[in-house]
């Protein structure tokens, strides 16, 4: 026996993290309990605390041995089973059996209602009489303490007599302990004096080491089965030693049986309003699942604040330096997370989280790429559906009669004025990967700027309503101008359909998009491809929200083009790529993503069909029931599917998951959104106002808008040319050269944006329009020029 009082082999191998493709997640549904978990592989992964954001372990599992023969790692060497005991709550039973049927673990994992303490009660069931008596079972924990498996400490902790563990990192303390007590216990350097490597060396515990600081650490715990085969472990959070193993031990003092039926109650408080279950293919098992699942990724500190994955992408590859994107608050992730719970019939979380995006919004209606929950911005690109969509959002909590006494319009209306000063040009479309004139970009914005249209009507300010409109219809008289090529490649006999997005810089303000001639540079190494070959799903975005018909000719022909591209038929149904090329995902060999590999099928994209389906007069629910078969034993959905051949050894199967993010809360909120849309026979997501406006009565257009960030060289010969700023200006013009000008002073829209409309539409062919601005504090400084054109490019025929 070793009875050094420290550990050896500091600091530890370099920390990774694990697995990606989670078997469920789980938190107690009371903002008391600030504790999150996710299982995979039969045991628990990450906790959670005192964020959604901040994991604090890597795994915590048992090791089981006979002592003579076998030492068996429960997440490699035992079969797993997960089920969901309780309807409506996120409960997980864990069975995890011996491959030669000698013995199995029961789990089930619950978090202390009103307190920060998960609960793991277990039961060994010895299945060979030749083992019974001879087995002992040790619980391993592995520290990644506010995230890091680095500089974490721990100790024996002897509080009340009890044998526990206690881990520090800066300030937050974790208590590991199980009752009945561990009768032996050890801390040691995870690859050097861990319980692993003392287990596996002679199916022995010999080491009993006190104390491990400032290193990658792992705790090993002794189950004491003298006086039966079950037993609750718990792990406890704090802000010192004392509060992390007095929550711990409270949790204790409650029986276990006690706390599950506390835990579960709480979830079922929250069944979904509308019953949806009839209109599902599974009697509504991932529906109650999914409807959790987005309510537990919320924040319950920073209220609102919905993260788009409570998982590590290829996290097993990925150090501390690189936990991905994923933890953080993407807007357009968390406006489809709360425009699904709306579907659900819960009003509350969408509410909380539009103020949370209200208060988020910069002073010039421009939301960040992604923040953290405390509404600090990550990165910093710009996204124009990702400032459109909370005002998508805020018509939806309206509709629902869902506001309250909260006030939109300060976000609404900051919101349009920024996608009118700066688009239609997005920085990044919503793949996050690319500048240009993005078909799914350009919808957001439309119905964006028609819902905040609506908005100005209920305000009775017309003139805003009237200049919003005359925006939208603007953006919409220009969609196939800016984002269909004549010119594709991909299927014979179809050379007219979207493209995936047709770049332009939006630095560069000269308009000229040319989607036919243009080049695009795919991420993730891609490579270099004509813009009028690359092809998306994206267009139907145009239909879901309600600018284009279902049987658009050109809609029809575009989604021909992206099945013979795209789409790959898995074992449980149709599934889609996002483009071609695209480079984020799995390798071909199976290998991990590492910034190069190949995008594979998105569930998320099976649902977007759904909802073309039913827009277009036929069931959905074909769509449904794959989305179902797509999510795993635990009901988990996700961000992409293996659609190649089986590999060798199962390291990847056709129509599983690969590593990437899992659950992702986008693919289950568009899940709960295609079910709800199945039920009211038209799309959940699609603003009626614009669906009667365009799709319907095919409304035109015969303004052409002209912004600093966006300057057209010509427009349509009958047309006005509208020059809209970001401050009063008087337009200093001429159409002979300044051999004469004129002077129009602008006038405020409402919006804080001012406009200033040329007569224009009297002018003959070929006139050139010189202008130039005067600013209050002086000129602009230089000359801009538009010419009338005889022949515009054709526009859309409704």
Not at 504 to 523: C, G, M, R, T
Request: with cysteine; charged share 25%; proline share 5%.
């Amino acid at each position: 026996m070793n009875n050094h009082c420290i550990a050896f082999g500091a600091p530890g191998i370099e920390p990774r993290w694990t697995s990606s493709a989670k078997d469920g997640i789980g938190t107690a549904y009371h903002s008391s309990s600030r504790v999150w978990f996710t299982l995979s592989h039969g045991i628990v992964n990450e906790i959670y605390f005192p964020h959604v954001d901040t994991p604090n372990t890597r795994d915590l599992q048992f090791l089981i041995t006979d002592g003579e023969s076998f030492c068996h790692e429960e997440r490699r060497d035992l079969l797993h089973k997960t089920e969901h005991p309780e309807p409506n709550a996120l409960l997980y039973r864990l069975t995890n059996s011996d491959r030669e049927g000698r013995y199995r673990l029961v789990k089930e994992i619950v978090v202390d209602p009103h307190s920060s303490v998960l609960l793991m009660h277990t039961r060994l069931d010895v299945l060979d009489p030749k083992l019974r008596g001879k087995l002992r079972l040790y619980a391993l924990l592995a520290p990644h303490m506010k995230g890091t498996g680095k500089n974490n400490s721990a100790w024996w902790c002897g509080l009340d007599g009890r044998k526990l563990f206690d881990v520090q990192r800066e300030d937050i303390d974790l208590s590991f302990g199980c009752t009945p007590d561990f009768t032996r216990r050890s801390v040691g350097y995870v690859g050097f004096s861990d319980g692993w490597q003392d287990l596996m060396d002679n199916f022995t515990m010999d080491w009993e080491f006190e104390q491990a600081e400032d290193g990658n650490i792992a705790l090993i715990g002794e189950i004491d089965l003298s006086d039966g085969m079950e037993f609750t472990l718990g792990v406890g959070f704090g802000r010192t030693r004392h509060s992390a193993s007095a929550h711990l031990l409270q949790a204790f003092a409650t029986p276990f049986a006690d706390q599950r039926e506390k835990y579960i109650s709480q979830w079922q408080r929250t069944r979904a309003e509308v019953d949806l279950s009839t209109h599902t293919k599974d009697g509504g098992s991932l529906m109650r699942v999914s409807q959790c699942v987005l309510l537990a990724h919320e924040d319950k500190t920073f209220q609102g604040a919905f993260v788009a994955s409570l998982s590590i992408p290829w996290g097993e590859t990925k150090d501390d330096s690189d936990r991905g994107g994923y933890h953080l608050v993407w807007t357009r992730d968390m406006v489809q997370t709360a425009t699904a719970l709306l579907a659900c019939g819960q009003t509350e979380s969408p509410l909380r989280a539009l103020i949370w995006l209200a208060c988020v919004q910069a002073a010039d209606g421009s939301l960040p790429q992604n923040s953290s929950i405390a509404g600090e911005a990550y990165w910093h690109g710009i996204q124009l559906d990702e400032v459109a969509g909370p005002i998508l959002l805020a018509w939806r909590v309206q509709q629902a009669a869902a506001l309250r006494q909260f006030d939109p319009w300060p976000l609404v209306s900051r919101a349009a004025r920024y996608v009118i000063l700066h688009g239609p040009v997005t920085s990044q479309e919503r793949w996050e990967e690319n500048s240009g004139y993005s078909p799914s970009t350009l919808a957001t914005i439309i119905a964006s700027v028609v819902c905040a249209a609506e908005f100005s009507r209920g305000r009775k300010d017309t003139c805003a309503a009237d200049f919003l409109l005359d925006y939208a219809d603007w953006l919409v008289a220009h969609l196939e101008e800016w984002t269909v090529t004549t010119r594709g490649e991909l299927v014979k006999g179809t050379p007219r359909h979207y493209v995936r997005i047709t770049p332009a810089d939006p630095k560069h303000a000269v308009a000229s998009p040319d989607q036919d001639e243009a080049e695009i540079v795919i991420a993730n190494g891609g490579g270099t491809h004509p813009a009028r070959n690359i092809v998306s799903g994206d267009f139907l975005h145009l239909v879901r929200l309600g600018v284009r018909a279902a049987d658009d000719p050109l809609i029809v022909d575009s989604l021909a083009v992206i099945d013979h591209v795209l789409k790959r038929d898995l074992p449980q149904g149709p599934c889609w790529r996002r483009y071609n090329h695209d480079g984020y995902g799995q390798k071909p060999d199976g290998s991990a993503y590492d910034g190069t590999g190949e995008g594979r099928c998105w569930p998320i994209l099976t649902g977007e069909r759904g909802h073309y389906e039913l827009a277009a007069g036929r069931d959905p629910l074909p769509f449904i029931d794959a989305m179902e078969t797509f999510a795993n034993e635990g009901g988990m959905l996700p961000e992409q599917l293996w659609d190649a051949d089986d590999l060798p050894e199962g390291t990847m199967k056709r129509g599983r998951p690969t590593g990437s993010a899992m659950p992702l809360c986008w693919a289950h909120a568009e899940y709960v959104t295609l079910v709800r849309s199945h039920k009211d026979g038209v799309c959940f997501d699609r603003i009626e106002p614009v669906y009667q406006r365009y799709a319907k009565a095919g409304t035109s257009s015969t303004i052409d808008m002209w912004t600093l960030a966006h300057q057209p060289q010509r427009i349509a010969q009958g047309n006005t040319l509208r020059i809209i700023t970001e401050k009063a200006a008087t337009i200093h013009w001429s159409v002979d050269g300044w051999v004469t000008a004129n002077d129009l002073d602008t006038r405020e829209a409402g919006l804080g944006c001012w406009f200033g409309d040329l007569p224009s539409a009297q002018l003959s062919a070929r006139t050139r329009i010189v202008f130039t601005l005067l600013w209050q504090e002086g000129w602009e400084g230089q000359d801009f020029q538009v010419l009338i054109d005889a022949s515009p490019p054709t526009r859309h025929m409704a």
